[in-house]
T-cell receptor, first 114, second 112 residues
Framework: DAGVIQSPRHEVTEMGQEVTLRCKPI?????LFWYRQTMMRGLELLIY????????DSGMPEDRFSAKMPNASFSTLKIQPSEPRDSAVYFC????????????FGPGTRLLVL | SQKIEQNSEALNIQEGKTATLTCNYT??????LQWYRQDPGRGPVFLLL?????KEKRKERLKVTFDTTLKQSLFHITASQPADSATYLC???????????FGQGTELSVKP
């Protein structure tokens, strides 16, 4: 299995631009998580899906952030408009459903907003 | 408020020694706790899970303890090696079916 796939791996954009991050979870996993990691705040859960349905989006910082999961093999996290404080590493992770299940992380997207 | 705390300062130890990392939590009642390893430029990788009714779990050179009275987990690496150098994250279940809350992580450096 290829593991969780994220694209792009690096993104540099200017303030005000739209940014779209993509994730392909491990086949057969039905939970998907989007995290943001910074030095100051560590690894924060933004939103997670179960069977393509958003379950908890309480970590989404504000309306500029949105996430979709149109099918079991694809999810996007969109930031519009982007701001310098959005600069971080964004991770996608997937797992089988159920408490205690291991989460498998992708390599992350390093985002820099100038 | 809910809080998860790990050793904020980096831990430097000599090769062959045992590394002990701490994870303390407040205002949580986790059913389980997980430990992950993160190398620079990579995503976290799962190491061990321990449930609330388990006192201790082992996997090769790794040992995790879970004390629900003290609200603390200890993560031990015995006979440490330079290859063990990484950041180690503890994560508690968020009581919401699969959701994890991560600590800030502790950076471990093992010197040869």
């Amino acid at each position: 299995d290829a593991g969780v796939i994220q694209s792009p791996r690096h993104e540099v954009t200017e303030m005000g631009q739209e940014v779209t991050l993509r994730c392909k979870p491990i086949s057969g996993h039905n939970s998907l998580f989007w995290y943001r990691q910074t030095m100051m705040r560590g690894l924060e859960l933004l939103i997670y899906f179960n069977n393509n349905v958003p379950i908890d989006d309480s970590g989404m910082p504000e309306d500029r952030f949105s996430a979709k999961m149109p099918n079991a093999s694809f999810s996007t996290l969109k930031i519009q408009p982007s701001e310098p404080r959005d600069s971080a590493v964004y991770f996608c992770a997937s797992s089988s459903t159920g408490p205690g299940e291991t989460q498998y992380f992708g390599p992350g997207t390093r985002l820099l907003v100038l | 408020s809910q809080k998860i705390e790990q050793n904020s300062e980096a831990l430097n130890i000599q090769e062959g020694k045992t590394a002990t990392l701490t994870c303390n939590y407040t205002n949580y009642s986790p059913a389980y706790l997980q430990w992950y390893r993160q190398d620079p430029g990579r995503g976290p990788v799962f190491l061990l899970l321990i449930r609330e009714n388990e006192k201790e779990k082992r996997k090769e050179r790794l040992k995790v303890t879970f004390d629900t009275t003290l609200k603390q987990s200890l993560f031990h690496i015995t006979a440490s090696q330079p290859a063990d150098s990484a950041t180690y994250l503890c994560a508690l279940d968020g009581n919401q079916g699969g959701k994890l809350i991560f600590g800030q992580g502790t950076e471990l450096s093992v010197k040869p």
